[in-house]
């Protein structure tokens, strides 16, 4: 009779869909006002500090921003050239998938939330295709186990309000590596299964692409297999092997050179890369205690990364004794018949492991436990793994229906904690939770140009791109270092200058954003007595006489008139009267409550209305 209804694929598929919600009830589980609602960000928000790490800002901050304020930019702008791209080009997979995003909608939101779970579906799926691929075999029931075993670094935060192992395996943090990396493990595997040198034409654009949009992708992949396949150099697949190893050494080559090519030319621009060899033992003394801090930590957390550890350790020693034996064939000249896969994989999960978390280190930009994006990784894989190697000392028909009902009860586990969490975290309003989101200091902005012209802004990098592109009313505020000089990394250099390319519209600037900005020394010297301070909610905004960036220095530069800032002082005169008058100050607050605004917008608003109307009088 023929079979019409395979378990296996249904508990498979299910754990796909129990994953996507696990993904939901993460983000449903996030603080909507989080550490980017403090006004004072710079004495207690330092992107580097412990303050409300379970918030959804980090999800949302300027760096995860980056590649949605491109690519909305490349669609918006008139200014295509002159690109600072930031440390990486990020080409692909991450550019391509947020331009995708970007043709069905525009929300920056959404482009963020879909991007979020495209990147989670395919870092699973490759994996689970690569391990099929190694073994051979049908492993649905273990690939549904391993699926949600991933998902254990989602349920963490949840409890632990801590989001900070969690960001890699969404935002695009060096993640296009990795993914890169294994569909060339994919490829590698496929060609010396088959002989079929389409696989190597893939692998050559692959390894170049993979260069050119990170050169992490070295780290990742390329020193990794290369170093792997010479272990099995005296295999009889060694002219593959050697093939595979020319083609990745000349493929990164020819990218290098085309990528400096493309520097020299001035098509694009990139941020230097952060070296600080003086800092290496800082480095390796903040990598250690957060490694030991991670299962110091308690509760759940310290089980996952106890098992990730325990993992990369297993690897380890199970590289190093096949090495040995390895060792020993090549010295007697043996050659092996065929390659055993795993054990392939397991010398490259090694080696990555090592690389992954020395390369940070060596160059001394471990500076902080935010910088786990460059080797969170093998973590992630390692607990993969465990599930995998268990399929290889424990595979047969017997085991393989254990297996099978381990599967089904997992799936069955998870069920039952999406249900008992459901009310609680509601994962199904995810679209209309992450649709409301609108930071406090984004809010504050958008108050602040309701009230005033407000031209283009500028203020801290943390405050520059998340109210740019956040905004609903369409502000924009760039990067300035505090002698007023334009911060131009992750931006578009002409827009700093112009309007429009072509045309040379100049730009004009007249407000500051303080929320991260500690030292105001240089913009008070600038411009003197013409400031005009501003407090909507607790965040202090500069509105200043108009200035613009020289193209010729990058520095703000003074017009020759200033009309905004006298009118300005009246209307602060204003302000300090109503909050005087008892009756016009609780008639301000009953018309900010009724406009949804905060009363401090209100005083201004009023407080103008007043100053026009005693201008018309005169």
């Known amino acids: 009779m023929k079979k019409y209804f395979d378990l296996s694929i249904f508990v498979y598929f299910l754990s796909f869909g129990i994953s996507i919600i696990i993904v939901s009830l993460f983000f449903s589980s996030l603080d909507i006002d989080g550490c980017n609602n403090n006004p004072n960000g710079s004495n207690n928000n330092n992107i580097s500090s412990p303050y409300n790490r379970g918030s959804i800002y980090y999800f949302y901050d300027s760096d995860a921003l980056t590649l949605t304020n491109f690519c909305l930019s490349l669609r918006k702008e008139k200014c295509h050239s002159n690109w600072n791209l930031g440390t990486m080009t990020d080409l692909f997979p991450s550019v391509l998938i947020y331009m995708l995003i970007s043709i069905f909608t525009q929300n920056p939101l959404f482009i963020q939330l879909i991007y979020f779970i495209i990147q989670y579906l395919l870092i699973l799926i490759l994996i689970n295709f690569l391990f099929s691929l190694i073994r051979n075999k049908n492993l649905l029931y273990y690939c549904s186990i391993a699926n949600l075993t991933l998902s254990l670094f989602l349920i963490c935060p949840i409890y632990q309000r801590d989001v900070l192992i969690t960001t890699n395996l969404f935002l695009p943090y060096h993640s296009g590596s990795l993914i890169n990396s294994i569909i060339g493990i994919i490829l590698i595997i496929r060609y010396l299964k088959t002989d079929k040198i389409f696989f190597l034409y893939w692998l050559s654009i692959l390894v170049f692409i993979g260069y050119f949009s990170d050169k992490i992708f070295v780290v990742y992949f390329v020193l990794p297999i290369i170093l792997t396949l010479i272990m099995f150099i005296n295999a009889q697949s060694r002219k593959k092997i050697l093939l595979i190893i020319l083609i990745s050494v000349f493929s990164t080559l020819a990218s290098w050179i085309v990528y400096h090519g493309l520097l020299h030319f001035k098509v694009f621009f990139i941020s230097k890369s952060p070296y600080a060899p003086d800092n290496v033992k800082q480095s390796f003394k ?140 509601k994962p199904f309003s995810i679209v209309s939770k992450i649709g409301s989101y609108y930071p406090a200091v984004v809010k504050a902005t958008d108050e602040l140009s309701l009230m005033l012209p407000l031209k283009t802004g500028i203020g801290d990098y943390w405050d520059a791109k998340h109210i740019s592109v956040l905004s609903k009313k369409n502000i924009i505020v760039n990067t300035v270092f505090t002698n007023l000089h334009g911060w131009f990394h992750a931006n578009n250099l002409n827009s700093y200058y112009y309007n429009n390319c072509n045309d040379k519209d100049t730009i004009y600037y007249n407000f500051i954003v303080l929320r991260m900005t500690s030292d105001t020394s240089y913009f008070c010297k600038f411009f003197g007595n013409k400031i005009h301070r501003i407090n909507i909610n607790g965040y202090k905004f ?77």
């Not at 268990?390 to 381990?406: C, V």
């Not at 909050?579 to 005083?603: C, F, G, H, P, Q």
């Open 542 to 618: 500069y509105v200043v006489p108009d200035f613009y960036f020289s193209s010729y220095t990058g520095m703000a530069t003074l017009i020759n008139y200033n009309i905004l800032n006298p009118f300005m002082r009246k209307v602060t005169d204003a302000v300090n009267y109503i909050k005087t008058d008892k009756i016009w100050y609780k008639d301000v607050k009953e018309k900010a409550k009724k406009r949804n605004i905060s009363v401090d917008s209100m005083l201004v608003l009023d407080g103008i209305w007043a100053v026009e109307q005693s201008i018309k009088k005169k």
């Open 286 to 425: 903040v990598a250690l205690e957060q490694f030991i801090a991670l299962i110091k930590n308690g509760g759940l957390q310290s089980i996952v990364y106890m098992l990730s550890y325990l993992s990369i350790i297993g690897s380890i020693i199970f590289s190093a004794f096949h090495l040995i034996n390895r060792l020993k064939s090549i010295f007697k000249y043996k050659t092996n018949s065929e390659i055993n896969y795993l054990e392939l994989y397991n010398y490259y999960f090694t080696i990555f492991t090592i690389g992954s978390i020395a390369a940070p280190i060596a160059i001394g930009v471990y500076f902080s436990e935010w910088q786990i994006r460059y080797c969170i990784f093998p973590f992630y894989l390692g607990l993969m793994n465990i599930i995998f190697f268990i399929n290889y000392l424990w595979f047969d028909k017997n085991k393989n229906r254990i297996i099978k009902y381990i599967s089904i009860v997992t799936v069955s586990i998870y069920t039952i904690y999406i249900v008992l969490n459901n009310n609680k975290y």
